[in-house]
Antibody, heavy 122, light 107 residues
Framework: QLQLQESGPGLVKPSETLSLTCTVSRGPITGSRYYWAWIRQPPGKGLEWIGSITYSGSTHYNPSLKSRVTMSVDASKNQFSLNLNSVTAADTAIYYC??????????????WGQGALVTVSS | EIVLTQSPATLSLSPGERATLSCKASQSVSSYLAWYQQRPGQAPRLLIYDASSRATGIPARFGGSGSGTDFTLTISSLEPEDFAVYYC?????????FGGGTKLEIK
């Protein structure tokens, strides 16, 4: 069964860049047409879609974050990544990576990582 | 951007009762709506996709209905493990959005 695992620093300073990686195991990123996604959840609040990327690099971003977000794929490592720059305390959240159940569309997400808590604080 | 509004915000019921959760879209999403369950400390779990199709391994007591702008998640007879937060999400177009959630709590 496909597995996703987020990794990266748990603490980021304000104005710096948040960087996370999602490692996919028991299934390839390459050759598929899934839109691999990042979704976040501030503590005690709801879910927010950040963006999605295919293995070939086609991206869609949340307009509210678009100016600060970059996503990329490293096919050789079966990973995809998130960079969010100029972070503030409002970016403190659990960050999930996820894969939708169908290719070529944005959702619904049937595979999720366990989540990575990232705190923005000096 | 399509806004999804879930109601009620909190639903208090007892085990064995029937739960009805609502999700309304600001414009038509056709049938491209999903429902998730999230228990404390866990990632969301896909329950329903495309408005009414149960995801793999989801019990038959979970049912989804609706199309266009009005959708419903029904849990026919609540089990203790069903008390959680439920979210809807559309995939009709970009950007994807989620509803604000309904907390299903034990009465």
């Amino acid at each position: 069964q496909l597995q996703l695992q987020e990794s990266g620093p748990g603490l980021v300073k304000p104005s710096e860049t948040l960087s996370l990686t999602c490692t996919v195991s028991r299934g390839p990123i390459t050759g598929s047409r899934y839109y691999w996604a990042w979704i976040r959840q501030p503590p005690g609040k709801g879910l927010e879609w950040i963006g999605s990327i295919t293995y070939s690099g086609s991206t869609h971003y949340n307009p509210s974050l678009k100016s600060r977000v970059t996503m990329s794929v490293d096919a050789s490592k079966n990973q995809f990544s998130l960079n969010l720059n100029s972070v503030t305390a409002a970016d403190t959240a659990i960050y999930y990576c996820a894969r939708p159940s169908q290719e070529l569309v944005g959702g619904a997400f049937d595979y999720w990582g366990q989540g990575a808590l990232v705190t923005v604080s000096s | 951007e399509i806004v999804l509004t879930q109601s009620p915000a909190t639903l208090s019921l007892s085990p064995g009762e029937r739960a009805t959760l609502s999700c309304k879209a600001s414009q038509s999403v056709s049938s491209y709506l999903a429902w998730y369950q999230q228990r404390p400390g866990q990632a969301p779990r896909l329950l329903i996709y495309d408005a009414s199709s149960r995801a793999t391994g989801i019990p038959a007591r979970f049912g989804g209905s609706g199309s266009g702008t009005d959708f419903t998640l029904t849990i026919s007879s609540l089990e203790p493990e069903d008390f959680a937060v439920y979210y809807c999400q559309h995939r009709s177009n970009w950007p994807l959005t989620f509803g604000g959630g309904t907390k299903l709590e034990i009465k």
